[in-house]
Every structure is written in C-alpha cells, then in structure tokens.
C-alpha cells in the first residue's frame, strides 16, 4: 500500500510508501488492517521535489499507470486552469525515479482540463 498526496499550502507532492517488515520491525500495525505508512517524503523529478508553486499550488496528484507501459506514473492537478501534468515514471513502481520533463496531459488535440476556481 502506497499513499500519495498533495500539499496547498507548499504545492509540493508527498510519497508515503508501507514499509516491509523487515525495514520496519517496530511497526505497531495492527493484525486485521492496514500497516502504518512510512513518514512522507517529498516527491522528485530530476532531482528537484515537484512543486507547483508556479501553478498557484494546491496539488492534486495521482499515481497510476497512465500510459500503459506497466509502471506507475505521476498525473498531478493544479489549482491554476484545471491543467493536469504527467510525469513519466523512468524508474519501478515500487521505486519510482520521474523525469523532469512533464508533459501535459491531453484530451484529443486540446489541453486536458478539469474544473478549477
């Protein structure tokens, strides 16, 4: 189980991942649900924590396979136009490297947008 989620006040992408047993023996994960998530860490691209500051902020991410290639990748909403940005996953799903340079996600030949404001 993987979380992750956007911050308003930084609009910067946060990754929380569950920790295997073995790296995390103390958890206090409780038998019948969910084991506690390890503390969030910020989410890079290139080297550099994707913050959409210049977006006016308030991320919206989602972390799924969006172009059918079997690794997730990042698709992350912004506050500014509804515009959505796809970060291709250049890594593994359970240990995800994406890269810089964002695309923009489509809808035919227009931005894809969702509603904002």
């Known amino acids: 189980m993987s979380a992750v989620f956007g911050s308003a006040a930084t609009a910067l992408c946060l990754f929380a991942q569950n ?4 790296t995390n023996p ?11 998530l390890a503390p969030p860490v910020r989410v890079m ?7 959409l500051s210049d977006a006016v902020g308030h ?5 799924g396979d969006i172009d059918d290639d079997g690794t ?8 500014k ?5 796809i970060y291709k996953n250049i890594g593994s799903t359970r240990e995800p490297a994406f890269d810089s340079n964002y695309t923009w996600f489509k809808a035919g030949a227009d931005l894809g947008r ?3 404001g």
Not at 19 to 22: E, I, K, R
Not at 45 to 51: L, M, T, Y
Not at 72 to 79: C, N
Not at 81 to 85: A, M, P, Y
């Open 114 to 116: 969702v509603p904002s």
């Open 26 to 36: 103390t958890s206090t994960a409780i038998t019948g649900l969910a084991p506690e």
């Open 59 to 63: 991320a919206a991410p989602f972390y």
């Open 72 to 79: 997730s990748d990042l698709l992350v909403g912004q506050f």
């Open 81 to 85: 136009d509804g515009q959505l940005r």
């Open 45 to 51: 691209a290139g080297g550099q924590p994707i913050d």
């Open 19 to 22: 920790p295997a047993p073995a």
